[in-house]
């Protein structure tokens, strides 16, 4: 079974341009959440997409955006890049479902992340 | 509101001794808990989760936890530590909120182990 793949694995900006990620998750997870992770912030949490709906969403500005497609992949953005957004972007997948008892135990299954520096 | 508190962000024990690795918790609810781990490079991979079976929880490489809800801790150890076990972890609290999953992290504690 695959895990989660995100692409690209590395990138490099410059302050201004705009940049977008891509998540796989793993097959027949519906759930794709997306997380920020810098030294001493840990991991912050940005949203989560389930059936192409954001179910959830963080306190990021309206910078940071997201969609989720049919087959479940998702793709975060991230527009006029600012130097403090340079960070480890990862995603994770869960087979959550719509509703229900027991959602909270879902475990997320993470990928290796997208590591962004913002010059 | 929850959240998660680890102490120490930086632990480091000799090879073969004891590991503990500090997390408490803060839920209105009874909450589900998890330790994750991330090595280099990687991203996190689940340790172990406790969903009040049981109050001791055995996860992966040696490592488990126990719940003590008069505490609000979820406490990580392992009996004897390996240089392998050299990594990020991180303690996560996860509640469903209005029908759906909400997690939150603590801030991560990075193990060293000294050989």
């Known amino acids: 079974k695959a895990g989660v793949t995100q692409t690209p694995r590395y990138l490099i900006k410059t302050r201004g341009q705009q940049v977008t990620l891509s998540c796989s998750p793993i097959?027949?997870?519906?759930?794709v959440s997306w997380y920020q992770q810098t030294p001493g912030q840990g991991l912050q949490f940005l949203f989560e997409y389930f059936s192409e709906t954001q179910r959830n969403k963080g306190n990021f500005p309206g910078r940071f955006s997201g969609r989720q497609f049919s087959n479940s992949r998702s793709e975060m953005n991230v527009s006029t890049l600012e130097l403090g957004d340079s960070a480890l972007y990862l995603c994770a997948s869960s087979a959550s479902r719509d509703r229900g008892p027991g959602s909270g135990a879902n475990v997320l299954t993470f990928g290796a992340g997208s590591r962004l520096t913002v010059l | 509101a929850q959240s998660v508190t680890q102490l120490g962000s930086h632990v480091s024990v000799s090879e073969g001794a004891l590991v503990l690795l500090r997390c408490n918790y803060s839920?209105?609810?009874?909450?589900?808990l998890f330790w994750y781990v991330q090595y280099p490079n990687q991203g996190l991979q689940l340790l172990l989760k406790y969903t009040s079976a049981a109050t001791l929880v055995k996860g992966i490489n040696g490592f488990e936890a126990e719940f003590k809800k008069s505490e609000t801790s979820f406490h990580l150890t392992k009996p004897s530590a390996h240089m392998s076990d050299a990594a990020e972890y991180f303690c996560a609290v996860s509640l469903n909120s209005g029908g759906y999953q909400k997690v939150t992290f603590g801030i991560g504690t990075k193990l060293q182990v000294i050989p």
């Open positions: 097959s027949g997870h519906r759930s």
């Open positions: 839920s209105s609810v009874p909450p589900y």
